[in-house]
């Protein structure tokens, strides 16, 4: 059965420092979901991703959050400046249509020291 | 501010039993209804749509939603242990899910 997959599954880094988690939907979906959880909180909407370009996000989602698909099969979320609250497990998602299902990833563990 | 309420638990039911959790919704307008579970250090995990009033099973599971209520329930019956998780009841609202803080099950054998 297709599931979405996701790279490394623990980033540890430094304050300040760029991370770039990566995804790989799957393959036949055509929206693609950034979600967050921070430890014992709920999971949180960061942005959504449609035709190469953002269609939704969320207040969390500011100028240090980026997206991209690079390629047919990757879609990538990066940090520019990673601060201490960015420590979080981060899910991809993705979903064939826009009210459709979501199917998640197995979650990035990132730790920001 | 769009919101899904849920009891965050902890639910206790005995092995065999049926559990029953809740979930209210605060957008009249969501039209798309999920139930995920989510083991501890894991990713949500799907377990049931429903987008119409009404009831609707599969196996073990029934997801039952009233639009006028704003309500959607879950109910998992001959509980095992293995049914021990935190369950988000979620709703699509412009293309995004809305998670509820979601409510601890636990199977007591």
Redesign the interface.
């Known amino acids: 059965e297709p599931e979405v997959t996701q790279t490394p599954s623990h980033q540890v880094t430094q304050m300040g420092q760029e991370v770039i988690l990566r995804c790989v939907p799957i393959s036949n979906h055509l929206?693609f979901?950034w979600?967050r959880q921070i430890l014992g909180?709920?999971?949180?909407?960061l942005v959504?991703f449609?035709n190469n370009e953002i269609?939704?996000k969320?207040e969390i989602f500011d100028d240090q959050f980026s997206v991209e698909r690079p390629d047919g099969s990757n879609f990538t979320l990066k940090i520019r400046s990673t601060k201490l609250e960015d420590s979080a497990?981060y899910?991809c998602?993705s979903g064939s249509d826009?009210?459709?299902?979501?199917?998640?990833?197995?979650?990035t563990r990132l730790t920001v020291l | 501010q769009k919101e899904v309420e849920q009891n965050s638990g902890p639910l206790s039911v005995p092995e065999g039993a049926i559990a029953s959790l809740n979930c209210t919704y605060s957008d009249r307008g969501s039209?798309?209804f999920?139930w995920?579970r989510?083991y501890s250090g894991?990713?949500?995990?799907?377990i049931m749509?429903i987008y119409s009033n009404g009831d609707k099973e599969d196996g073990r599971f029934t997801a039952q939603l009233n639009k006028a209520s704003q309500y959607v329930s879950l109910l998992i019956r001959d509980s095992q242990p293995s049914d021990s998780a935190t369950y988000?009841c979620a709703v699509?609202w412009?293309?995004?899910?809305?998670?509820?803080?979601?409510t601890r099950l636990s199977i007591r054998p």
Not at chain 1, 41 to 45: A, G, I, L, P, R
Not at chain 2, 42 to 46: D, I, Y
């Open positions: 929206y979901y979600y909180q709920k999971v949180e909407f959504s449609y269609s939704e969320s497990m899910f998602a826009r009210t459709d299902t979501q199917y998640f990833g197995p979650g | 039209q798309s999920f995920y989510q894991k990713s949500p995990e799907l749509f988000l699509i412009a293309s995004k899910i809305i998670f509820g803080s979601g």
